[in-house]
């Protein structure tokens, strides 16, 4: 039985054993790619390159193409995902809104 996803925007299966990239068949442990969407590495901290580091958050993801998938952990606690996320996020990236 197979389960698709997406991996930092790249599409994605598990083999019974493994999550593998849908290209290539390679699995996504050791082969880390940029991002599916940006086509940039992560940052030497491992942020998501469009992100960097925002304030008063703990971990965020943009999705990577896909809003469902964004995230944005902050410090104390406050979890808001999927696309309610990316307003939150452009907030933070603009300065617009501390926290």
């Known amino acids: 039985m ?3 996803s997406h ?3 790249w599409p994605i299966y598990w083999d019974g054993q493994a999550w593998r990239y849908k ?3 390679q699995p996504t442990v050791g082969n ?3 991002c599916g969407s940006c086509g940039q590495d992560r940052t030497p901290e ?5 992100l960097g580091t925002l304030p008063g958050v703990r971990n965020a993801c943009c999705g990577h193409g896909h809003g469902a998938e964004a995230y944005v952990q902050f410090t104390d ?3 808001v995902r999927g696309f309610s996320a990316l307003p939150v996020i452009e907030m933070l990236i603009d300065g617009s809104e501390t926290v």
């Open 2 to 4: 197979t389960a698709d």
């Open 7 to 9: 991996w930092r925007g």
């Open 23 to 25: 290209d290539n068949d």
């Open 32 to 34: 880390e790619r940029p």
């Open 46 to 50: 491992g942020h998501d390159p469009c």
């Open 77 to 79: 606690g406050i979890e």
